[in-house]
């Protein structure tokens, strides 16, 4: 399975952009999808989730009301609506893909529980 995110760049704060992450490689299911983003001087840390089963969405609070994950089943991909951008969200974000189907609730934030990466994209957000 082979992830591809695309869609950063530089953006103004109070702006907007949308992440894309695409999944191709045979034959899998993706039992969640998630957004992560990581700084030089951070750890990577958990932005959204979305759990196929129920269609149930997950953000971190610093995000929570300003970004919006979606995904299209057809294509395969997730998205990442990020709008009322801040400096602070100046990251590399990371998309991820959960196939084994054995992430629950309570480790959907942990980076850990995913299989697969894709290759990170950068978002930065100027003052």
């Known amino acids: 399975v082979q992830l591809q995110a695309s869609g950063g760049g530089v953006v103004q704060a109070g702006g907007s952009l949308k992440l894309s992450c695409a999944a191709s490689?045979?034959?899998?299911?993706?039992?969640?999808w998630a957004w992560f983003r990581q700084t030089p001087e951070n750890e990577r840390e958990f932005v959204a989730a979305f759990r196929w089963r129920g269609g149930i969405t997950y953000y971190s609070d610093s995000v929570k009301g300003r970004f919006t994950i979606s995904r299209d089943n057809a294509k395969n991909t997730v998205y990442l609506q990020m709008n009322s951008l801040r400096p602070e969200d100046t990251a590399v974000y990371y998309c991820?893909?959960?196939?084994?189907?054995?992430?629950?609730?309570?480790?959907?934030?942990?980076?850990?529980?995913?299989?697969?990466w894709g290759q990170g994209t950068q978002v930065t957000v100027s003052s």
């Open positions: 490689g045979g034959t899998f299911s993706v039992y969640h």
């Open positions: 991820a893909a959960d196939t084994r189907g054995r992430i629950i609730t309570s480790s959907v934030r942990n980076p850990g529980a995913y299989d697969y």
